[in-house]
């Protein structure tokens, strides 16, 4: 995998990658609403399986960027199932000192331009908590609309937000 834009790298994920992804997923105000902060040795088993097996067919990358080379986010697309439904998620994640610069907009863009030309999906969807709001706003500059509100596994209400082909 690999999409490129005018700041940011998307890629395979490397061994040296593992660190930065990592702090991002034990990060607490990143994962505030993602379901909180995961579990260090369950992430490094976790990406060691995705180095040695290589990503699923749905699935998260780092997100590098070009300036400092560093590993900023961690983003993509994943298959969920949404009340009884097959839907294919656009996950953004980036970590905190590169928020508000307009990077999750810019590789979201490219990820979905690249779902909807490459591999031919007709339809995204992003799970929403409310109350992230800047999540919400980036979704709407991707695109995407308010479809409904949708009860999750655990009995959470999360906004689905849904951009069509
Ligand atoms: C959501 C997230 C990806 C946004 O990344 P980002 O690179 O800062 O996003 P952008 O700069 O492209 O756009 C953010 C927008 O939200 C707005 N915003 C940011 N924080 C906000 C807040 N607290 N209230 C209202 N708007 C806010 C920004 O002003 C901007 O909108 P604008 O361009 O209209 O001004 C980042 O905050 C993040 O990684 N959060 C934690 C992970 C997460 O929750 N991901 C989404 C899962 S559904």
Partial sequence: MRIATPRLLLRDTRAEDIPALIALWTDAEVTRYMGGPRRPAHLREAFEQTLAQGPDRYDLYPVIEVASGTV?????????????????????????????????????????????????LRRLVALIEPGNVASERVAAKVGMELEREVLRPGGHLMRLYALNA
């Fill in 72 to 120: 900023v986010g961690h983003c993509g697309l994943l298959d969920k199932e949404i009340e009884g439904a097959l839907e294919i998620e656009l996950v953004y994640v980036l970590a905190r000192p590169c928020w508000g610069r307009g990077y999750a907009t810019e590789i979201a863009r490219a990820i979905a331009q690249d779902a909807f030309t490459r591999q031919g």
